[in-house]
């Protein structure tokens, strides 16, 4: 199956500057799964898919009416429930993100000349951890909030 993921705030916002980590958590569900995943640039792009999942963080991202009644459409995220958006699927959301769901996005920008310190957080995404709890490594998750903000905990394990 092939599997498009929209992240609508990249999409609409000119000046978006971070990834979404529901975006990257389906793309690595179904990546884990044997499914082909691929970000969605453009609303043109939108019929080569067999399934579609949208997610956007803010409430004012504007997202086509046509879109949201794609029949192969799940969309989600706080930009449409804003404090009350149902959670993922546990296998999903406690699964690994893709973490190279950006990579092509990314890469195309900087070679179009666009400088690699502003999509840096689509391609500088750090993976470390330890539990506390055992003797080996586990991962903890770590996510880019906002430019110069620092990290937020995903809370994939419970160590902070």
């Known amino acids: 199956m ?13 000046r978006h500057r971070f990834p979404n980590l529901a975006c990257m958590k389906i793309s690595g569900f179904y990546k884990r799964e044997g499914h082909h995943t691929e970000l969605v640039q453009d609303y043109k792009q939108i019929r080569q898919y ?15 009416d046509e879109i ?16 009350k958006a149902p959670p993922l699927p546990e296998e999903i959301e406690h699964g690994m993100p893709d ?17 690699r310190a502003h999509y840096k957080y689509y391609t500088d995404v750090l993976l470390c951890g330890w539990d506390g709890l055992c003797d ?25």
Do not use: C, M
């Open 50 to 64: 067999d399934r579609l999942y949208l997610s956007k963080v803010f409430t004012d991202t504007y997202v086509p």
């Open 68 to 83: 949201l009644q794609l029949g192969n459409l799940v969309y989600g995220g706080t930009g449409f429930y804003y404090d």
């Open 99 to 115: 973490y190279g769901l950006y990579e092509d996005y990314a890469a195309e920008k900087i070679q179009t000349g666009k400088s």
């Open 136 to 160: 080996h490594l586990q991962p903890v998750f770590l996510v880019p909030l906002q430019p110069g903000s620092g990290w937020q905990h995903d809370r994939f394990f419970d160590v902070f």
């Open 2 to 14: 092939k599997v498009g993921i929209i992240d609508a705030d990249l999409i609409y916002r000119t």
